[in-house]
């Protein structure tokens, strides 16, 4: 049962929108294969402005994500990739349909 979640916003840089878009979009194959992560969205606000909401059952399996392959890629090119630091919250689920 989804118990808890993330939700991330990243900033583009100028002339990086087409790349971060690109990369959250090839994410889903990375997020696909990670047993814990229950559901993964990757969408877009405006531009230059893209997030990632997952759910999880656990807080292990949250966790883990926090430390896959998805979190690794994105903040090896944050500096070239990103204007700010990603922004992260930890969410838990009140209700889930």
């Known amino acids: 049962m989804e118990k ?11 002339g990086q929108e087409a790349t971060v878009e690109n990369f959250l979009k090839e994410a889903l194959a990375l997020a696909q294969r990670e047993a814990g992560t229950l559901r993964w969205y990757a969408f ?3 531009e230059n402005t893209f ?7 656990t807080e292990d399996d ?6 896959g392959e998805i979190a690794k890629g994105l903040l090896a090119n944050a ?15 009140l209700a889930v349909k």
């Not at 808890?4 to 100028?14: D, H, I, M």
């Not at 949250?62 to 430390?67: E, G, I, K, V, Y």
């Not at 070239?80 to 922004?87: A, G, I, N, Y």
Request: proline fraction near 7%; charged fraction near 20%.
């Open 62 to 67: 949250r966790q883990a994500h926090l430390n």
């Open 79 to 93: 500096d070239t990739l990103l204007s700010m630091p990603p922004v992260l919250e930890r969410l838990e689920l």
């Open 51 to 57: 997030g990632i909401f997952d759910t999880f059952a």
């Open 4 to 14: 808890l979640s993330l939700l991330a916003r990243v900033q583009a840089k100028p």
């Open 44 to 46: 877009k606000i405006n």
